[in-house]
């Protein structure tokens, strides 16, 4: 009844009864009138409806409606953390959960090839030995590494295991982050998952507990664009009225922004101060000028110094 019904689609006795015979069930009127009653009360909603002297049932309510699915599903394709190949799998699952009619809407819809797409396989292991270490409250141990010129993976920290207390699992601009707390520096950092290798729980105890607990991990995610790392700084900006939006989307609906002149607000920021930071006020063209502080005024005027075309 999943598989082949659903509120556009639905299937008479005698038809039920048919589709019963593929899988040589003999079956009785009588007894589908109980399975079907069966069904609703294990919260399986059979429903049904008369259309002239013919009685039709099918599946109503479900886990997901065909919306929510088709949300999840967009989620997975355009994920760059996930590659091809798992998005491919996770989609053929999620489409088990809807009619087949619908499992065809979905799979219509859903273009992956061209995206940018992740090559590393192990990221779900990965994902599934951090969740397991937080609720064992364990350490984790990993390898890390970057691309190198050749598009080759190069293991950083000169291929030595980082040892770090796992904390939270973080999303942000597409990537899948892990924030840790490493003992050596007395502070959280983060890290890609999907640059993660070798990931193992080991039996030492997490540390950093106190720090967690007053991490805001909303604030963290906002101050470090792209997750890039930096001093953090209270940066005031000018702002034209227009920006508004942008300034609420990225840093909150709490910030406050203070009214300068008819055109112009002025507010003040905490922000990891990176060249990812200074590149996003670049990009608004202008709209968003920085006041201070004057370290970061400075800084932003060596970034502007640089040479970007030969």
């Excluded at 890390?144 to 010129?149: L, Q, R």
């Excluded at 890609?192 to 967690?212: C, H, I, N, S």
Aim: one cysteine or more.
């Amino acid at each position: 009844m999943q598989e082949q019904t659903d509120e556009n689609h639905a299937l008479t006795m005698a038809e039920i009864i048919a589709e019963l015979k593929k899988y040589d069930i003999e079956a009785q009127r009588k007894s589908i009138y109980d399975d079907l009653d069966a069904l609703n009360d294990f919260g399986i909603e059979i429903l049904k409806r008369q259309e002239g002297f013919r009685t039709y049932y099918y599946c109503g309510a479900r886990d997901f409606e065909l919306a929510e699915l088709h949300i999840i599903v967009d989620a997975i394709a355009s994920s760059k953390f996930i590659t091809l190949k798992k998005s491919k799998e996770l989609i053929e699952k999620i489409e088990h959960m809807a009619s087949n009619y619908d499992a065809r809407l979905i799979d219509r819809n859903v273009y992956v090839s061209n995206r940018v797409k992740n090559m590393n396989e192990s990221i779900f292991y990965t994902v599934d030995a951090i969740q397991n270490a937080i609720a064992n409250n364990h350490r984790i141990r990993f390898k890390y590494f970057s691309w190198n010129m050749e598009g080759k993976m190069e293991l950083r920290h000169d291929g030595a295991y980082y040892d770090i207390s796992p904390w939270a699992l973080l999303w942000d601009d597409e990537n899948y982050y892990l924030v840790g707390y490493d003992k050596a520096v007395d502070n959280f950092k983060h890290y890609r998952v999907d640059k993660m290798l070798q990931t193992e729980e080991t039996k030492e105890k997490r540390q950093g507990a106190t720090k967690f607990r007053k991490l805001d991990k909303e604030v963290y995610s906002k101050r470090h664009f792209r997750m890039f790392g930096g001093q953090e700084e209270r940066v005031t900006l000018l702002c034209e009225n227009e920006m508004a939006n942008v300034i609420i989307d990225q840093f909150g609906r709490n910030t406050s922004l203070m009214k300068v002149d008819d055109s112009h607000f002025r507010v003040r920021v905490d922000v990891a101060v990176s060249d990812q930071f200074l590149g996003w006020i670049v990009a608004l063209g202008g709209r968003v000028v920085i006041e201070g502080p004057e370290g970061v005024k400075e800084r932003m005027r060596e970034l502007l110094s640089m040479k970007y075309i030969n």
